[in-house]
């Protein structure tokens, strides 16, 4: 007996419907996409421009600006009513991603060992499988894999499963291990790190920060600041460095 048909390679795809627009990437492509957003000027729609270097589908309300080029997509999103919206699914493969818009994104890497750039306004990023690099959005969330993620001034990290190195960036930042031995530093800023399960290295930096060390024999330096450190569980070594510190070792 012959072989088979091959199966056809995906695209991506995008659609837009009401006040939202929805990528999806095709199996087995490694994306390098750019979102931006368009004010028209009209009062009652805007447009996100999709730009990758693999071709696009474009789907319900949304058109090639030029014909020739498969690999840039637009999207007509109503501006009146819900806050607008888009979603991006970066599939299996090894992505980059950069959100350049104002309004509420929703980024989901799939698969893969991604890089993934957001906006502090309203952006939410999960990196999912792989070993990710986040930065930029306000909600980050790693996933399984060996995860980088940079926090955005004020903003919420959770590294999950794996070594993560979490890195505060000059706000009072929250910063949340998960499993694995990861590497935190708070940066500037009252910061809240959190090691949560097994051996982690914590850094404070400075401002007025609390660190747990949670499960596992952590090590935990406060730095300058006036800092609360908790050992928690497991035989770990505790360093308050300058100010006023209150130190715990359970």
Same mark, same amino acid.
């Given at each position: 007996?012959?072989?088979?048909?091959?199966?056809?390679?995906?695209?991506?795809?995008?659609?837009?419907?009401?006040?939202?627009?929805?990528?999806?990437?095709?199996?087995?492509?490694?994306?390098?996409?750019?979102?931006?957003?368009?004010?028209?000027?009209?009062?009652?729609?805007?447009?996100?421009?999709?730009?990758?270097?693999?071709?696009?589908?474009?789907?319900?309300?949304?058109?090639?600006?030029?014909?020739?080029?498969?690999?840039?997509?637009?999207?007509?999103?109503?501006?009146?009513?819900?806050?607008?919206?888009?979603?991006?699914?970066?599939?299996?493969?090894?992505?980059?991603?950069?959100?350049?818009?104002?309004?509420?994104?929703?980024?989901?890497?799939?698969?893969?060992?991604?890089?993934?750039?957001?906006n502090t306004t309203g952006h939410a990023v999960y990196g999912e499988g792989g070993d990710d690099s986040l930065s930029g959005a306000y909600d980050q969330q790693g996933g399984p894999g060996n995860d980088t993620i940079l926090a955005s001034p004020?903003?919420?990290?959770? %590294? #999950?499963? @794996?070594? &993560?190195?979490?890195? /505060?960036?000059? =706000?009072?930042?929250? !910063? $949340?291990?998960?499993? *694995?031995? +990861?590497?935190?530093?708070?940066?500037?800023?009252?910061?809240?790190?959190?090691?949560?399960?097994?051996?982690?290295?914590?850094?404070?930096?400075?401002?007025?920060?609390?660190?747990? %060390? #949670?499960? @596992?024999? &952590?090590?935990?330096? /406060?730095?300058? =600041?006036?800092?609360? !450190? $908790?050992?928690?569980? *497991?035989? +770990?070594?505790?360093?308050?460095?300058?100010?006023?510190?209150?130190?715990?070792?359970?």
């Amino acid at each position: 007996l012959g072989a088979g048909p091959a199966s056809a390679a995906t695209t991506a795809t995008v659609f837009g419907v009401g006040n939202s627009a929805h990528f999806t990437a095709g199996d087995g492509q490694a994306n390098d996409l750019v979102v931006t957003e368009v004010v028209t000027g009209n009062g009652y729609e805007k447009l996100y421009v999709f730009n990758d270097v693999v071709p696009i589908t474009a789907g319900q309300n949304c058109h090639r600006p030029d014909e020739t080029d498969p690999t840039v997509v637009a999207c007509h999103i109503d501006d009146v009513g819900d806050i607008p919206h888009v979603t991006l699914g970066l599939g299996d493969g090894d992505d980059d991603a950069v959100v350049r818009t104002t309004d509420i994104a929703v980024v989901y890497g799939g698969e893969g060992d991604d890089t993934v750039h957001g906006n502090t306004t309203g952006h939410a990023v999960y990196g999912e499988g792989g070993d990710d690099s986040l930065s930029g959005a306000y909600d980050q969330q790693g996933g399984p894999g060996n995860d980088t993620i940079l926090a955005s001034p004020g903003g919420w990290v959770f %590294g #999950g499963e @794996g070594h &993560d190195t979490l890195i /505060g960036h000059g =706000g009072d930042e929250k !910063l $949340y291990a998960g499993a *694995g031995n +990861d590497v935190m530093y708070g940066q500037d800023g009252d910061d809240l790190a959190s090691g949560e399960d097994g051996e982690d290295e914590i850094h404070g930096g400075t401002g007025n920060d609390e660190i747990l %060390g #949670g499960d @596992g024999d &952590d090590l935990i330096f /406060g730095n300058s =600041g006036d800092d609360r !450190l $908790y050992g928690n569980a *497991g035989v +770990d070594e505790i360093s308050g460095g300058a100010g006023t510190n209150l130190i715990r070792q359970d």
